[in-house]
């Protein structure tokens, strides 16, 4: 079973192929971030344009690369959803289009659910597994019980917790994207020097909020008063303290998660994370240590996987279709799809 993946519901176009044997076949990403960098971030209008602009090169090379012609597929499987609307209405037409030129079916993949399930095509990972998903977009805690069987524990009230990253960046003067930014500045800093607020610690539950921390690193920032900038190593001090804040915060959530999803499946051994964030190092030492006291393993798949990406979604696609669930050509494109539509209240990212 061959099926082609399309993404485009934020700053990367990509497209792959991927099987039912857990093999990728092409694997294609397009990053934007140049067109965004004057920006500061993310600029929808400016994404989509960029994206109708070089999605069908991208998958004439996914095929190219794969050794495959359009005739080769079983299905389409394009993200239709949470993300940029204009983005994601050029991938769910660019998929259509192919699914009907080649009369395979259609399917419309919740880009949460792609990397929810990104862990089972690098892993021989069996269900249920806790997932701590943290990208610039997004930042919750899900059980994944099955294919399409989501308990959302948490989600983050405000900002995400990437974002928070390149918001922090920002301020900092450091760039965007921030996270990898931070990071580096972060290695000469003293994560002691400045006491920021570790948000939510303690509290029950499992959700997440970053806005006040930002408002903590703007306040220092300030307080240092540098009229010409800040000098190199109040950076790199800030840096460091807030990486040791944004750590200790999604530590404490994702404990909270652990008790939560023991509960529910005593028998489940693994906590997963993904997402942009995951690729940060002090976070994955932190969840190693706390996954192996709950005795779990910690499973983080390639950072290629990890990040936005369309080999992820063609693997949803293949889980999908193994089960029949296909979409039709009427789907529509949601810039809003939460996958746990029972715990849809809180004001999610999603
Ligand atoms: O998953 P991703 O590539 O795109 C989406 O947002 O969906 O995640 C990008 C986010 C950005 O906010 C970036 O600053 C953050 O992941 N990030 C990091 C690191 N590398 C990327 N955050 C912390 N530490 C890193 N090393
Ligand atoms: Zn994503």
Not at 67 to 77: E, Y
Request: net charge neutral; aromatic share 4%; charged share 20%.
């Amino acid at each position: 079973m061959l099926i082609l993946g399309i993404e485009t519901s934020c700053d990367e176009t990509a497209a792959a192929v991927v099987d039912d044997n857990r093999r990728i076949h092409a694997d294609v990403v397009l990053s934007q971030t140049k067109l965004h960098v004057p920006y500061g971030g993310v600029v929808p209008e400016i994404a989509a344009r960029a994206h109708l602009e070089h999605l069908d090169r991208l998958v004439t090379q996914a095929l190219g690369e794969a050794k495959l012609g359009f005739g080769d597929l079983d299905a389409v499987a394009a993200t239709g959803g949470p993300g940029l609307i204009g983005g994601v209405i050029v991938g769910v037409t660019m998929g259509k289009s192919i699914a009907l030129a080649q009369g395979i079916p259609f399917l419309g993949i919740n880009h949460l659910e792609g990397h929810a399930l990104s862990a089972r095509l690098s892993h021989d990972l069996p269900f249920p597994y806790l997932l701590l998903l943290v990208s610039g977009g997004h930042c919750q805690l899900l059980i994944v019980e099955g294919v399409g069987r989501y308990v959302r524990l948490g989600t983050t009230i405000d900002d995400a917790a990437g974002e928070a990253f390149d918001k922090t960046a920002k301020l900092l003067g450091l760039g965007y994207p921030g996270g990898p930014a931070i990071e580096r500045a972060a290695k000469s800093g003293d994560p002691l020097r400045f006491p920021l607020p570790r948000p939510l610690k303690g509290r029950p539950g499992c959700d997440f909020s970053f806005a006040g921390l930002k408002t903590a690193v703007r306040q220092t920032v300030e307080g240092l008063g540098a009229r010409g900038g800040l000098a190199p190593q109040d950076i790199a001090d800030v840096a460091a303290s807030f990486q040791a804040a944004v750590a200790e915060s999604l530590i404490d959530r994702t404990a909270h998660a652990i008790a939560a999803f023991t509960e529910r499946h005593p028998s489940g051994r693994h906590l997963v994370v993904a997402g942009g964030v995951a690729a940060n190092t002090l976070l994955r030492q932190s969840l190693e240590t706390l996954a192996n006291a709950h005795d779990l393993t910690l499973i983080a798949p390639p950072l290629r996987l990890c990040t936005d990406n369309a080999a992820m979604i063609a693997w949803a696609g293949v889980e999908r279709f193994k089960l029949n669930l296909t979409d039709r050509l009427d789907f529509s494109p949601r810039p809003r799809w939460p996958l746990d539509p029972t715990s849809a209240g809180i004001r999610a990212k999603a």
